[in-house]
């Protein structure tokens, strides 16, 4: 059996700032139909920032769809027809004020499968210099710095919850540990 399904008719349900949402009539693998209900997102980048002492940044944030604050490292949504990469270099200098000589691309993830279009691009960053923050007028945020063996036992306990912080820094210590040079 092929799994694929075949969209039959879209509505769009909701034209947001940030989100749209779509009701879809889709083809099931099998012939019969069913309604797919979705949230399409930009995308977004995120990186694991990590100074010549092997600390990384981090920063403490409000997140409102769950009232609490979110322990995460630097990260912010594309811009229409953005590089992710380009948007990674300019969202570390909004946020920690930092610019890196070295970059690895840390591939994607897809944080919510079930229902968002949602593609997050993750990276390294090394080799920081630092300069002034510029966070958007609406961005309150606390950064901070851990070395990075705390981030990875913070993130292994359960202390950092975030799928995004997660993902990239257990995929920056599996490069960091191949390539022997942190």
Same mark, same amino acid.
């Given at each position: 059996?092929?799994?694929?399904?075949?969209?039959? /008719?879209?509505?769009?349900?909701?034209?947001?700032?940030?989100?749209?949402?779509?009701?879809?009539?889709?083809?099931?693998?099998?012939?019969?139909?069913?309604?797919?209900?979705?949230?399409?997102?930009?995308?977004?980048?995120?990186?694991?920032?990590?100074?010549?002492?092997?600390?990384?940044?981090?920063?403490?944030?409000?997140?409102?769809?769950?009232?609490?604050?979110?322990?995460?490292?630097? /990260?912010?949504?594309?811009?229409?027809?953005?590089?992710?990469?380009? /948007?990674?270099?300019?969202?570390?200098?909004?946020?920690?004020?930092?610019?890196?000589?070295?970059?690895?691309?840390?591939?994607?993830?897809?944080?919510?499968?079930?229902?968002?279009?949602?593609?997050?691009?993750?990276?390294?960053?090394?080799?920081?210099?630092?300069?002034?923050?510029?966070?958007?007028?609406?961005?309150?945020?606390?950064?901070?710095?851990?070395?990075?063996?705390?981030?990875? /036992?913070?993130?292994?306990?359960?202390?950092?919850?975030?799928?995004?912080?997660?993902?990239?820094?257990?995929?920056?210590?599996?490069?960091?540990?191949?390539?022997?040079?942190?």
């Amino acid at each position: 059996m092929e799994l694929k399904e075949k969209t039959m /008719a879209s509505q769009q349900v909701f034209d947001g700032r940030l989100l749209k949402v779509y009701r879809d009539e889709v083809e099931l693998s099998d012939g019969g139909t069913s309604v797919r209900e979705f949230v399409h997102h930009p995308g977004g980048v995120a990186a694991v920032a990590i100074d010549k002492d092997g600390s990384v940044y981090l920063e403490r944030q409000f997140r409102y769809p769950y009232h609490k604050v979110v322990t995460e490292i630097p /990260a912010g949504k594309l811009e229409p027809g953005e590089d992710p990469f380009d /948007a990674i270099r300019r969202e570390l200098r909004e946020e920690i004020g930092a610019s890196a000589a070295r970059w690895d691309a840390l591939g994607y993830i897809m944080p919510s499968v079930g229902y968002t279009d949602e593609m997050l691009y993750l990276y390294l960053a090394r080799d920081l210099t630092f300069g002034d923050t510029r966070l958007d007028e609406d961005e309150f945020l606390e950064p901070f710095k851990l070395p990075f063996a705390e981030a990875l /036992a913070q993130a292994a306990d359960g202390r950092i919850n975030d799928a995004k912080t997660l993902s990239a820094l257990f995929r920056a210590d599996k490069l960091i540990r191949e390539d022997g040079n942190g």
